[in-house]
T-cell receptor, first 118, second 111 residues
Framework: ETGVTQTPRHLVMGMTNKKSLKCEQH?????MYWYKQSAKKPLELMFV???????ENNSVPSRFSPECPNSSHLFLHLHTLQPEDSALYLC?????????????????FGEGSRLTVL | DQQVKQNSPSLSVQEGRISILNCDYT??????FLWYKKYPAEGPTFLIS?????DKNEDGRFTVFLNKSAKHLSLHIVPSQPGDSAVYFC??????????FGAGTILRVKS
């Protein structure tokens, strides 16, 4: 298996549920990211982990809780979400976090997890 | 306030003709720009990039132009093919830090 894989691909949950999104990368990268894509809006960066350490939290509500147990795995734990949180959640990885300017850090995205909150 | 704007939500082009996708940015500190392509049910994939020290970068049918004074970049696809139909995202970064994305432009290439 290669690239960035995300599970589940689709998730429907109620506002009181607790669920988790999982991301796994097989590229040997050191940085992993969670992005949110809402309809007709730019991709919004949520969290960045570099060498398993969180380096960015883009003012994300606490009902979203990331976890990065190692450089290959990233989770997004979901709790007490709102209907407006319904979106496509994309995981990505890059060789390093700081390196985009030299062309060495293009992001590799997973296929996304389509979340619907009822 | 969006720092990267793609003002055209969609574009329709005839097969064989040129597709021009535009992107404007507001942060003059951005120094690296990328285009990503996204098919339905797939994640975005990197297409082409350009550093602020250049004004043009070419890769096969794809060319990106950067006009720093106008804070504008464009992606040209020549000739356009039906397989190019996808959503195209413009993105920018400052000093190698996090990418800021535009909202995307849907390209439809008609055969």
């Amino acid at each position: 298996e290669t690239g960035v894989t995300q599970t589940p691909r689709h998730l429907v949950m109620g506002m009181t549920n607790k669920k988790s999104l999982k991301c796994e990368q097989h590229l040997g990268h050191n940085a992993m990211y969670w992005y949110k894509q809402s309809a007709k809006k730019p991709l919004e960066l949520m969290f960045v982990y570099n060498f398993k350490e969180q380096t960015e939290n883009n003012s994300v509500p606490s009902r979203f809780s990331p976890e990065c147990p190692n450089s290959s795995h990233l989770f997004l734990h979901l709790h007490t979400l709102q209907p407006e949180d319904s979106a496509l959640y994309l995981c990505a990885s890059s060789q390093d976090y700081v390196g985009l300017a030299v062309g060495a850090g293009e992001l590799f995205f997973g296929e996304g997890s389509r979340l619907t909150v009822l | 306030d969006q720092q990267v704007k793609q003002n055209s939500p969609s574009l329709s082009v005839q097969e064989g003709r040129i597709s021009i996708l535009n992107c404007d940015y507001t942060n003059s500190m951005f120094d690296y720009f990328l285009w990503y392509k996204k098919y339905p049910a797939e994640g975005p994939t990197f297409l082409i990039s350009i550093s602020s020290i250049k004004d043009k970068n070419e890769d096969g049918r794809f060319t990106v132009f950067l006009n720093k004074s106008a804070k504008h970049l464009s992606l040209h696809i020549v000739p356009s093919q039906p397989g190019d139909s996808a959503v195209y995202f413009c993105a920018a970064s400052e000093y190698g830090n996090k990418l800021v994305f535009g909202a995307g432009t849907i390209l439809r290439v008609k055969s």
